[in-house]
């Protein structure tokens, strides 16, 4: 199992990114995928996540409005598109699998939002 998360960087506030997540090594369209963050000195925490097909998101609430979870199976990519961007979104992002119990991790992607 591989997740390659990709799009982070350096925004303004009130910015957007779209952060990728390939993945590999598994039937991706089997599973749910989920994005969670972890800033600085605090514990990591779910963003959002999506059912197999795709058809279901859940959304921490301080995301909702703000970022949108989506996939593409034909290309084993699960995306976030987050708009407006604040500091206190600065974290490590990552990208998670759970199969048979067992959460699969990438290593993250730094956003940093900040003037």
């Known amino acids: 199992v591989q997740l390659v998360e990709s799009g982070g960087g350096l925004v303004q506030p009130g910015g957007s990114l779209r952060l990728s997540c390939s993945a590999s090594?598994?039937?991706?369209?089997?599973?749910?995928m989920s994005w969670y963050r972890q800033a600085p000195g605090k514990e990591r925490e779910l963003v959002a996540a999506?059912?197999?097909?795709?058809?279901?998101?859940n959304y921490a609430d301080s995301m909702k409005g703000r970022f949108t979870i989506s996939r593409d199976n034909a290309k084993n990519t699960v995306y976030l598109q987050m708009n407006g961007l604040k500091p206190e979104d600065t974290a490590v992002y990552y990208c998670?699998?759970?199969?048979?119990?067992?959460?699969?991790w990438g290593k993250g992607t730094l956003v940093t939002v900040s003037s």
């Open positions: 998670s699998a759970r199969m048979s119990g067992v959460d699969y």
């Open positions: 090594g598994f039937t991706f369209s089997y599973y749910r």
């Open positions: 999506i059912s197999s097909g795709g058809s279901m998101t």
